[in-house]
């Protein structure tokens, strides 16, 4: 993609030695881009509360992408850090389910891997359920991840890192089973950033000088495979040093949590009527009384709910969708009623720019 780095082994040099070394904990950051922009769910505190020190302490993240009801699901963690998200994900997958997270800092890994089997008896599990992989996000061939081997993969802050993004999604298709789903939170700009911006080490650490200008991203999520890109959750990102904030100028910044299905043949450009609805059956744990597939679909228990096919095809038409055991879906595409109305996200009113997609 044009305007972003190609020199792989200085980024990745670069993005070792800031994680690795100058970093040595979330105290150090200069922006608020690589901690969580809002609160995680009080489930997910709650399991966080009961993790090691060191593990939470030299987390660098900018969401919570920490989908529930995934028991017996196998997620993948992509720039897994010291193991966090693995961590929460070990417990929330239960013993019979695997966390495996990828990651190229050799500090990072040994924190991860240091209280995994101690974690693992403090669950109750006869074995580990987690494990970490050292390697390249961008070649998750070469760190031995099988194609459609993982439900889930995640990833928190970490896309932005990589010298080549489209490689990154063509890499979590090529490793999603179909139906599965990339549920991850990273920085997005509302433009495609100066070079002199991109080269800026301190910021390119930051989460900064990576962040991909939304418009494009959704270009390469369709090519990858990706169509109709959901927005789950987004807040601004604010930067403290005035040296830096002079630096990307007028350039803004914002923590997206975004969801990717992957549903071959079932997902189309537009969001299409074609008389569906669904009903959630309020067994996704955490989510007793409603789910939100993403900012402006929530899902009441119990009641039906119009959709557009590419949120019925989400939520479990034909069964597809790993979330599917948690829908009834009605009606099917035999029948076809002109463009959906799928409604704005709740920002858009408000000037925030909405990245562009089927249902924005």
Known sequence: MSGYPTNESSTYEDVIDYYGKVLASTKDLKTSACTASKRPHPDVIKLIKELPDE????????????????????????GSGSGRDCYVCAALVGPTGKVVGVD????????????????????????????FVEGHIEYLDK??????????????????????????????????????????????CDRRLPAAVMA?????GECISGAMYMEDFVREAGKAGFDDPRILAKEEIEIHDPDLKDVVGRARFFSITYRLFKLPGMLETKCEEYGQYAVYKGTIPGHRHHYDLDDHHTLETGKPFLVCGNTAAMLGEKGVSWLAPNF???????????????????????GVPCAAGACC
């Open 143 to 188: 760190a031995g991840i099988k194609d459609e081997s993982f439900d889930i993969v995640i990833s928190n802050c970490v896309v932005n890192l990589s010298p080549d993004k489209p490689r990154v999604l063509r890499e979590v298709y090529r490793v999603l089973a179909t139906g599965g789903e990339f549920y991850f939170s990273d920085v997005y």
């Open 328 to 350: 009834d879906i009605h009606g099917n595409r035999d029948v076809h009623y002109g463009l959906f109305d799928c409604g704005a996200a709740p920002d858009a009113a408000a």
């Open 200 to 204: 800026h080490k301190v910021l390119w």
């Open 55 to 78: 593990v939470v302490s030299k987390f660098y993240g900018c969401g919570a992408p920490l989908p529930f009801g995934i028991s017996g699901r196998r997620v993948l963690d992509l």
């Open 104 to 131: 190229m800092t050799a500090e990072q890994l040994e924190t991860a891997r240091k209280h995994s089997d101690a974690y693992a008896k403090q669950l109750g599990y006869k074995e580990p359920n987690m494990s």
